[in-house]
């Protein structure tokens, strides 16, 4: 099945800086959602975007959905070192139902 | 109180035994899901239950076999364990199927075959 595709697959970042994560897909959607993974623990919902909407905001969360390019961005301003985690994006390509996911972002924030 | 919990947390076990992961959510959702994250930590889909019927079978080795008593539980029992089986699974759950729909993790299942 088709799954989205993160990039980069990590990234070490100071403190206050801001972080970037991308993912790209290959077929349509309806919807792309981000999930956060701690170290040793479960995916949590961040933020879910539509395919017909092109920016969203939860606190210090941005998401961008380009439809045309098949790619989205997560970007997370002033960070924090309980920034550090792995961030997934998750995709219904192909109409499913069941969000398939990608192997994900490994953030570092230093403090 | 934890919305979706499966035990044992951590499992360390030797090649050929037959072994459970037992799964419970108390969200109220008729759709769970099971999980495997690899070592690179890709996460992919292996079952989605809907009020305890079989909706999604990815191309999982038949050892591996879920077991919905009721629609708050999804275990899932792995027989004949192989060194691939290694692996960290996460038991899920949502609303009825519908995309966009928030899953739901527990905090996973760390699988060690020696």
């Known amino acids: 099945s088709q799954q989205g595709e993160e990039d980069p697959q990590a990234l070490s970042i100071q403190e206050g800086e801001n972080a970037t994560m991308n993912c790209s897909y290959k077929?349509?959607?309806?919807?792309l959602q981000w999930y956060r993974q701690n170290s040793g623990r479960g995916l949590v919902h961040l933020i879910l975007?539509?395919?017909?909407?092109r920016e969203k905001h939860s606190g210090r969360l941005r998401v961008t959905l380009d439809t045309s390019k098949k790619s989205s961005s997560l970007l997370i301003t002033a960070s924090r070192a309980a920034d550090t985690a792995s961030y997934f994006c998750a995709t219904d390509e192909g109409g499913s139902y069941i969000p398939t996911f990608g192997r994900g972002t490994s953030l570092i924030v230093h403090p | 109180d934890t919305a979706v919990s499966q035990t044992p947390k951590y499992l360390v076990t030797q090649m050929g035994n037959d072994k459970s992961i037992k799964c419970e959510q108390n969200?109220?959702?008729?759709?769970m899901y099971w999980y495997k994250q690899d070592s690179k930590k890709f996460l992919k889909i292996m079952f989605s239950y809907n009020n305890k019927e079989l909706i999604i079978n990815e191309t999982v080795p038949n050892r591996f076999s879920p077991k919905s008593p009721d629609k708050a539980h999804l275990n899932l029992h792995i027989n004949s364990l192989e060194l691939g089986d290694s692996a960290v699974y996460f038991c899920?759950?949502?609303?009825?199927?519908?995309?966009?729909?928030?899953?739901?993790f527990g905090e996973g299942s760390w699988l060690t075959v020696v």
């Open positions: 975007i539509r395919s017909n909407e």
């Open positions: 077929t349509s959607i309806n919807n």
């Open positions: 899920a759950s949502s609303q009825p199927f519908q995309s966009g729909n928030t899953i739901y």
């Open positions: 969200l109220g959702h008729d759709t």
